[in-house]
């Protein structure tokens, strides 16, 4: 591994769930007006708020709809209602609703929404298009968190910011535990996990994991890469993605997302319109998730839609490679 | 109950008032939803000159009454209310629909002082509404009531007034919406008796017939299994109106969510739009409306 930015210390896969948990209660403790907006599908830190603050408690039940306008007239009041539920229920099902009541008035309205492409549940539930079902959407932030100490900090920093956050949450393997404590987040900024000079991974939320994977098998080749963390997808930090290509020139993007709407939209946006580069997008084509399962040996679905280490590595190789078409065909 | 007949005549006067600063907007984009605005008139009259709690000095006074319109394509008939009290320049009724102008296409709170709620997408505002009567109970509950409720009057302390009422007017169209029902059954489960709401039920939609297009009979049975006090009036009589907001506003602390029906006459006052149904007028059709009510209210 190449040189590594001083807050990061690689360690063993550590699922984000607990660490999501442990940031929520010390929102919760600091902010009395923090109220846990329930549709059946649990909350993070669930059992603190029973025992310490049961009044902070609303059940809306399946009723994704009503949960979206009416924590609307609760921020509206002063509070700061927090939903937690899968991204096609609590945003893609209230879609409208989120617009209409939560957004027109930048109402401070946070969703913990859970997606993803991996699980067992199936097409439902294995959702892809969050990200760019709200990316288009007006007043929006978009938050991805890489590793549990990231989820920890950017579900309390979510609560301090004043506005509609969307806190997205990742159905996939555990993710490496990357940040060490005292890692600073900062809502949208990107941060550069490993400096590198000739390609750059830019990687939001688990696939950030595979990134750093991809750049361990791309250094036996002696291709330096550099590792971005894009855990703030809208607004998404232009500086970092221009800095990235005019000091690399070749850009590959990762998200465990779709990639018509998402982080590699965005960071195309970025370049055409400022530096432009060779880009190649990793992340679910146009197509729906299924079930799948994780075992030993296999991945099903990191095989299935190609977004593993080994293929951000041959993405990375394929950037390279159109970049070297492309300064030729300048050169003639 | 029992209204003061000095009192019935001054709003009486105050709906003619009313509708003739409806007109002015109609008048001056050639455009409205017309119907569903003068049906409205004497509801919100009834609520704004004599009911709800509000200072017309501070139309951001925390405790003011809060009015959700969640059919917020009738906010022309709030915007004629609004500049009577003075929180809106009366001399810019006529920028309705214009670039700018605190008289949106819809209700928006951010152009203009005193709404509650900007909408336009129909079924949103009864849950919009749950969410400001809830977060009055919780503001309640962390107050500690004072010393002497404590001391002297114990069983007053879940009677006494809540803080602010939401009120919320809902048409009658909108209840197809399958969210209203979420929200009607959320407002039950929270006993949220500081919430009134009112539905316009002017029987018609934009289509034609609300019953036709997707009946939504037997009405006042549907809210009752939902748990809610139910009062049915005449939405143009001004007693009646009266009557069930005192009654309403009185039964706080019964635990129960209230909605009044109120039956009215989509387009009231204006013969030629009470025939067509008018839901939305363009040209002509709010031209000859104006025309005659012109003459009826002696808008000029």
Sequence with gaps: ?332 | MGHDEKLIKDLEAKTDVVRRNCLTIFDSTQMGHAGGTMSLIELVTALYFHHLKLDPNNCDWPERDRVVLSKAHCCEAIYAVLVEIGWLPKDKLNTYYRYGSPFQGHADRWATPGLDYSGGSLGQGLSFANGLALAEKMHMQRKAPTETITRFMPRYISKFNPTYRTYCILGDGECHEGQVWEAAMFANKYRLDNLIAIVDYNKYSLEGPTNEIMPIEPFVDKWKSFGWWVAEVDGHDLRQVLDSLDLAAHLYGDGKPKCIIAHTVKGYGVSFWEEAHTHIGRGEEITRGVEEARKRYGYS
């Design chain 1, 1 to 332: 591994m190449g040189t590594l930015n001083k807050h990061v210390k690689i360690g063993e896969p550590l699922a984000t769930a607990d660490a999501l948990g442990r940031g929520m209660i010390k929102a919760a403790e600091k902010n009395q007006n923090i109220i846990a907006v329930l549709e059946d599908m649990g909350f993070p830190g669930l059992p603190w708020f029973a025992k310490n603050a049961p009044d902070r408690v609303i059940e809306c039940g399946i009723a994704e709809a009503n949960a979206a306008a009416m924590a609307a007239g609760l921020a509206a009041e002063g509070f700061i209602p927090v939903i937690n539920s899968f991204v096609f229920a609590c945003i893609c099902r209230a879609y409208n609703q989120i617009r209409q009541s939560i957004l027109v008035d930048r109402f401070n309205v946070k969703f913990i929404g859970r997606e993803g492409a991996w699980g067992e549940p199936g097409i439902s539930h294995n959702h892809v298009e969050g990200i760019g079902a709200t990316r288009v959407m007006p007043n929006l932030l978009i938050v991805n968190p890489a590793d549990a100490v990231e989820s920890e900090k950017a579900v309390q920093a979510i609560m301090d910011y004043i506005g509609p956050v969307f806190l997205r949450v990742e159905a996939s393997p555990p993710p490496l535990q990357i940040f060490t404590p005292d890692y600073p987040f900062d809502i949208g900024k990107a941060y550069t996990v490993k400096e590198g000079k000739d390609a750059t991974i830019i990687a939001t939320g688990y696939m950030l994991t595979e990134a750093i994977r991809a750049s361990d098998l791309l250094e036996k080749e002696k291709i330096d890469v550099r590792i971005i963390n894009m855990s703030t997808i809208k607004p998404l930090d232009d500086e970092a993605v221009i800095k990235a290509s005019e000091e690399t020139g070749a850009i590959v993007t990762a998200e465990n997302a779709s990639i018509i709407g998402g982080l590699g939209e965005a960071v195309a946006a970025c370049l055409c319109e400022n530096a432009p580069a060779p880009l190649v997008r990793v992340g679910v084509e146009d197509e729906f998730s299924q079930s799948g399962r994780i075992m030993k040996d296999v991945d099903e679905l990191k095989t299935h839609f190609a977004f593993g280490a080994e293929d951000l590595a041959a993405a990375v190789r394929e950037c390279l490679a159109r970049r070297e078409r492309l300064h030729k065909r300048m050169r003639r």
